[in-house]
């Protein structure tokens, strides 16, 4: 009786599985950032029972707020250049595999879409990086 149900939910249940593994992901991701901010106030509480100094390094994440942690990490002008060339890369890399998978076929075409995003991505660094910075 049961088995009979399987064959009827079987077909679902990939996408369901496909649909819950970025859930899980982003929970996981968000609990780890909890315990590690949890972890950092448990730190800070032992020192400060203890009556150590508390080393600034603790402080200055919590004394940021996202908006400055944003406008610090937006400082660096190289941040664009590493997903540009990942993208690259990947649309070179699926060029070439479905290429040789399947020579003469349009499969290739699928790694236009990284490659083009990654492109455009290097010339905005390109443009980005001669500009002069903002105080």
Do not use: C
């Not at 399987?6 to 649909?19: D, F, G, K, N, T």
């Not at 949890?38 to 390094?57: K, M, Y």
Request: no cysteine; proline share 10%; glycine share 8%.
């Amino acid at each position: 009786m049961f088995f009979d149900h399987i064959e009827v939910i079987s077909p679902l249940l990939i996408p369901i599985l496909a649909l819950l593994i970025p859930i899980v992901a982003i929970v996981a991701h968000y609990m780890g950032k909890a315990h590690g901010e949890r972890q950092r106030h448990e730190t800070i509480r032992e020192l400060a029972r203890a009556g150590q100094p508390i080393p600034p390094e603790l402080l200055a994440d919590l004394q940021d707020s996202d908006w400055q942690r944003a406008r610090r990490d937006q400082a660096n002008p190289n941040r664009i250049l590493v997903p540009a060339l990942i993208n690259i890369g990947l649309g070179l890399g699926l060029m070439g595999m479905f290429s040789t998978m399947m020579p003469g076929a349009w499969l290739w075409s699928i790694g236009l879409l990284p490659l083009f995003i990654g492109v455009g991505l290097a010339l905005y660094w390109a443009v980005e990086r001669k500009q002069p910075p903002q105080p």
